[in-house]
């Protein structure tokens, strides 16, 4: 009888659709970017970026706990310093705002899994990712910068470091410096396929890194390439890293599809801050659910084979979980 094979029969009810789900989205697989900046008391909402703020690290404990009530168990600090200069010293200070605030949440929220950026757009007063030489970014003199940031976060206690900056050979130089140091079992989870993308806007108002002359083209991958993209992940995979991270996700689905089907590390998607921003801009105009809509991207992200999501929504996210319509 015509239709033989009717898919509709396995869609009927929930129970059948969970069975025959392919793909999950939990609070595991969520990390959550924290803006942390100086002073007390502070919890300023990002103006382009609602329900994201910048807390002081007095702040943080507070914020960690109630993500762990929801079962979001890792964090990925950003720093907002006090002071800025051409060689981003503050990144690598031992009473830097990274360092104090993985202290402070070590000590505080214990059961929290506390990831770093290491970059130095955010510490360096003309706001890109390394030194400048000649009006260049210069890669080799910045490496021993990002070692050392790296190691002074890990120092304070981090479980976890990602380098951003996009500069080559840094993998290997942070996992020098860890190893020298007895930090063999502190993972990097790399930025390891960074775009040059217009969608961390909001980002760099949040963290206050735009670059002052110029753009990032010169470090970060060009969008339109994706063979490139197989070169820098196995360079970092060469070089010791432990998480490969494509950057931004949902206009690179197809790169996370790829870089899954080769390689076989986990892999992170970082949905970024323009990303995020898009949705609740859209949302509060009232022309879409913005939480259907912020699940149905992560999902999109999961299926394309991310095992991790960066995510400013993963709270959202975790409460939508809970009372999922299925
Ligand atoms: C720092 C860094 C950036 C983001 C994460 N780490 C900004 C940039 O590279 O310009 C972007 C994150 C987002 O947009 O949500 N290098």
């Known amino acids: 009888m015509f239709p033989e094979y009717r898919p509709r029969r396995m869609r009927q009810n929930p129970v059948f659709r969970a069975l025959v789900r392919e793909t999950t989205l939990s609070a595991d697989h969520l990390i959550y970017p924290l803006f942390v900046k100086g002073g007390k008391k502070v ?17 943080l404990a507070a ?11 890792s964090v990925i600090l950003f720093g907002l310093p006090d002071k800025k200069d051409p060689m981003g010293s503050q990144a690598h200070a031992k009473d830097g705002i990274i360092q104090r605030a993985v202290r402070e949440l070590k000590n505080k929220a214990p059961g929290m899994n506390v990831i770093t950026d290491v970059c130095l757009c955010e510490y360096t007063d003309h706001g890109h990712c390394g030194v400048i030489i000649n009006k260049q970014v210069d ?20 479980d976890m470091v990602a380098p951003s900056d996009m500069m080559d050979g840094r993998v290997a130089e942070i996992r020098g410096i860890l190893d020298e140091n007895n930090h063999h079992n502190i993972p990097i989870m790399s930025y390891a396929v960074k775009y040059a993308s217009a969608f961390y806007g909001p980002f760099r108002e949040a963290a206050d890194g735009a670059p002052q002359f110029g753009d990032r083209c010169g470090y970060q991958m060009d969008p339109a390439n994706v063979r490139e993209a197989f070169r820098e992940a196995t360079l970092d995979l060469e070089e010791g890293a432990d998480i490969l991270m494509v950057k931004p996700a949902v206009a690179y689905l197809d790169i996370i599809s790829k870089l899954r089907d080769e390689f076989d590390l986990p892999i992170a ?14 949302a509060a105009n009232g022309w879409i659910d913005g939480d259907k809509v912020m699940h149905e991207t992560l999902l999109s992200i999961r299926r394309a084979g991310a095992d ?4 400013y929504s993963a709270k959202d996210c975790a409460r939508y979980l809970r009372g999922l319509c299925s």
Do not use: W
Not at 142 to 158: D, F, Q, R
Not at 269 to 282: D, L
């Open 308 to 311: 991790i999501i960066l995510t």
């Open 63 to 73: 914020e960690a706990k109630e993500c762990m009530e929801l079962g979001i168990n």
């Open 139 to 158: 890669n080799d003199s910045t490496l021993e910068i990002l070692a050392k940031t790296a190691l002074s976060h890990v120092e304070a206690g981090a």
């Open 269 to 282: 998607a970082y949905h970024v801050s323009g990303e995020y921003a898009m949705i609740k801009a859209a």
């Open 43 to 59: 919890k300023e909402e990002i103006s382009s970026m609602p329900g994201v703020f910048r807390i002081s690290v007095d702040m």
